[in-house]
């Protein structure tokens, strides 16, 4: 059982630090809308896996990373991500007289739409259920199918993931006070460009997947 959470410990703080949109997203939602939110938006992100490791264990992601199914999420997710990271390149928020000068936090998003946000973003990424059915497929063999460790082994990852999440968006939220406005706009700018680094890596890995 120890075995199972330790390394459960230990899955959670590497996925916590691997970079990707819902990496960047976090942080930019701490930063221009506070730790409140971004604790909201991490909610979308562990359900999302959550529903995805429950799939891998009944066998069913394994349908989902078909050539068929795969190609179709990974189109769709690309898409997506390509749209809203070309949005702040796009579309500049205008401010108001009274609020030049004045660091530029957003209007804060409704917390469902940043759930959904985070849900969508983290779920569209077929390396995201990839991963999760080789980690499924590893803590099966590593712990002799045994129900109960392997739901502990998860547990401790999820935890894990979620503690250091917190930790992200806290210190995000606190540098934010050190930051200009026009490093706001920048940050908002060079999460576009990721995003849409990003949907082009998916769409790249969608029809030449890495072979493990």
């Known amino acids: ?3 199972a959470i330790s390394s459960g410990i230990l899955l959670g703080v590497i996925i ?3 970079i990707g949109p819902v ?3 976090l942080i930019q939602t701490s930063i221009r809308q506070g ?3 971004a604790m909201i ?3 979308g992100t562990i359900l999302s896996d959550t529903i995805i490791l429950f799939l891998c264990y009944l066998g069913l992601a394994k349908i989902l990373a078909g050539d068929s ?3 179709a999420i990974g189109i769709a997710g690309a898409i997506l991500l390509f749209g809203m990271g070309l949005y702040p390149l796009v579309f500049k928020k205008k401010k108001k007289p009274a609020e030049q000068g004045v660091e530029p936090i957003d209007d804060k998003s409704h917390p469902l739409a940043l759930i959904l946000k985070s849900f969508l973003l983290n779920t569209i990424n077929p390396s995201v259920i990839l991963f999760w059915i080789f980690q499924v497929s590893l803590a099966v063999s590593n712990f002799g199918g045994k129900q109960g460790i392997i ?3 998860f547990i401790a990852v999820l935890s894990t993931m979620i503690l250091f999440d917190f930790l992200k968006a806290f210190g995000a939220n606190k540098i934010k006070k050190y930051l200009r406005p026009r490093t706001f706009d920048l940050i ?3 999460e576009g460009v990721l995003l849409i680094i990003f949907s082009v890596v998916i769409l790249v890995r969608t029809f030449w997947p890495t072979e493990a």
């Open 1 to 3: 059982m120890l075995t």
């Open 16 to 18: 916590s630090f691997l």
């Open 23 to 25: 990496f960047f997203g």
């Open 35 to 37: 730790l409140g939110r």
């Open 41 to 43: 938006y991490e909610i």
């Open 69 to 71: 199914y795969r190609h």
């Open 151 to 153: 739901i502990t082994h």
């Open 188 to 190: 908002a700018k060079v």
